[in-house]
């Protein structure tokens, strides 16, 4: 199922109605096009919102840094259309081999999982980063739409209706107007430093990693190489896939400045480890990192907003960075949607209450392994479910009241899991599948919640709502009531109408039942960003409507 459409007028889109503040104001400026701020892009252009996204950089991200796509940003990714590029540009992560000496010792750092009905996706991805900002950015063009590259932020001012960027590009300085911006232009964020909010944390100046992207031979592409040495010198080489490029990582003397030159890398790697048969061919990219460890102390202030690295820096130990900056601009986008479309501005306060705390403890389980790393701990290696965020949770936010309903295994804030249904012609259908695209998704699950779910009303502007009943075994629930106009979520594109579409469905598997944990007749509201916006055991309607408010605007 295509998630994808042209924005259009079409009544009800989920743009922001009426005229703006300013006659030449856009709804959104996106500064920084690496994967959080194209990730939001895709998500604003496929609510049909008007949106600009403008980096510094001449041209888009050619290295390899961040080359792991976490399980939970693969499902992202399958939302936003990005994912079959994605898979296509990346692998399996090998075994580690550590070389001791004569001996290569192998090490597995990630547990090799099946997928299952409600974990499509159980292993992360190895994939350099510059094939994931091509698959996001070829994504964005699909929309039409592209980032402006060599256009930097020089200016910042707002007031309580727009924000103005003065960005000064190849033809001078614009002044661009938008009802909100969002910064998403990395650790040295321009907009962060403007709004005057504070980094909190530290940079260690004397633990440098030199990182080299180098076409190489001599060496098996079938183990991340490691080659550790005393006083916690290390030197690694991780083949990539999909070519003969190996990301390799030097950990650098305190204070030392390295040289770049091909001919003193190669003597480097050949001193360390003891093997002449390695050679560089072609060095593409290289960078020297230094392991920063800081949190924005607010996530915006006003019209402006801060989204992925502007917001928190984590070292790269765990693929944690990238990871939790998709799945910012994931939990933004349609809170920015829906505030636009005419929802209260409370609900943007949602964002940084709900992906600080994210931020914060993933800061702590990246500079954990870090720490251990550094001590050659073997353990610090491992990756698990921690590092997967297939966990992560909202409950307890301001969304997912503590005191809410709970099934079996889930919560109000969790992740929504993926499932197997049978629709009434027999054809099978991922959950996932439905899932897709800009709006909300109601499941009434059993006979009495479909009968609810008939009479939820959902209003005419922002995201809309896709309605599907699912009977127990072989049976389809029919919705009761009737349809409520406009396209649902089916579809997924920019510029459809609001309103809700029914479908149903049979759990002839059982596998909704086992994920969600269901043991009698539940409705369940899905968010646009795939948590549980509500679980309801009794009293559907109700307090379906009451959890409803909270993330839509006002009925008209």
């Not at 949106?51 to 041209?59: E, L, N, S, Y």
């Not at 709006?439 to 309605?467: E, M, V």
């Not at 997924?492 to 059982?510: I, L, T, Y």
Request: proline share 6%.
């Amino acid at each position: 199922m295509n998630s994808w459409s042209e924005p259009s007028d079409t009544p009800g889109a989920t743009g922001a109605p009426g005229a703006s503040p300013a006659p030449d104001a856009i709804d959104v400026l996106v500064v920084g096009a690496g994967p959080s701020g194209t990730a939001l892009a895709i998500d604003l252009v496929r609510r049909g919102l008007d949106i600009r996204i403008v980096d510094k950089a001449p041209q888009a991200f050619g290295g390899s840094r961040a080359k792991g796509v976490q399980p939970r940003s693969l499902e992202i990714l399958h939302d936003l259309g990005a994912l079959d590029d994605v898979l296509a540009g990346g692998g399996a992560y090998p075994l580690l081999g550590f070389h001791l000496g004569p001996l290569t010792v192998p090490w597995r750092m990630f547990p090799r999982k099946r997928a299952t009905p409600d974990v499509p996706h159980p292993n992360t991805w190895l994939i350099p980063q510059f094939r994931t900002d091509r698959a996001l950015h070829t994504r964005l063009g699909a929309a039409h739409h592209g980032a402006e590259f060599g256009r930097e932020l020089v200016g910042l001012t707002q007031d309580t209706e727009t924000a103005r960027a003065e960005v000064a590009g190849p033809d001078g300085v614009e002044v661009i107007t938008a009802r909100y911006v969002v910064g998403a232009d990395g650790g040295a964020s321009q907009v962060r430093k403007r709004l005057g909010i504070g980094f909190t944390g530290s940079t260690d100046e004397a633990e440098r990693i030199l990182i080299v992207d180098a076409v190489v031979s001599g060496l098996s592409r079938d183990r991340w190489h490691m080659w550790p040495g005393r006083g916690g010198r290390l030197i690694g080489a991780c083949p990539l896939p999909g070519g003969d490029l190996f990301q390799w990582i030097i950990r650098l003397a305190p204070g030392e400045e390295p040289s770049l030159e091909r001919e003193r890398i190669a003597e480097r790697i050949h001193a360390h480890t003891r093997d002449r048969r390695i050679r560089l061919h072609d060095i593409r990219w290289t960078s020297v990192f230094r392991p920063n460890i800081r949190l924005a102390e607010r996530y915006g202030q006003g019209r402006v907003l801060l989204a992925g690295d502007a917001a928190h820096v984590h070292t790269p130990a765990g693929a944690q960075g990238l990871n939790t900056g998709i799945q910012d601009a994931y939990n933004l986008g349609w809170k920015l949607g829906q505030v636009l479309a005419g929802a209260g501005p409370r609900l943007l306060e949602t964002y940084e209450a709900e992906r600080r705390p994210i931020a914060a403890g993933v800061l702590g389980l990246s500079t954990e392994k870090w720490t251990g790393m550094s001590r050659l701990d073997p353990s610090s290696m491992k990756r698990g479910k921690d590092e997967q965020q297939l966990a992560l949770t909202y409950f307890g936010g301001p969304l997912a009241p503590a005191d809410g309903e709970r099934t079996r295994t889930l919560r109000v804030g969790d992740r929504a899991p993926d499932a197997e249904l049978l629709g009434p012609d027999g054809a099978r259908t991922r959950l996932f599948d439905i899932l897709r695209g800009p709006g909300f998704t109601a499941i009434g699950y059993g006979a009495g919640a479909a009968r609810a779910l008939g009479q939820l009303d959902w209003p005419t502007a922002g995201a809309g709502l896709t309605k599907i009943t699912i009977g127990e075994g072989g049976s389809a629930e029919g919705v009761g009531g009737s349809a409520a106009g406009g396209a649902g979520r089916d579809g997924g594109g920019a510029g459809r109408a609001a309103g809700s579409v029914e479908r149903a469905f049979s759990d002839a598997g059982n596998t909704v039942r086992r994920a969600y944990g269901l043991t009698g007749d539940t409705l369940l509201l899905i968010r646009p960003d795939g948590y549980l916006g509500h679980i309801a055991t009794r009293d559907f309607l109700a307090t379906t409507e009451a959890a409803a408010r909270a993330m839509t605007p006002a009925a008209s």
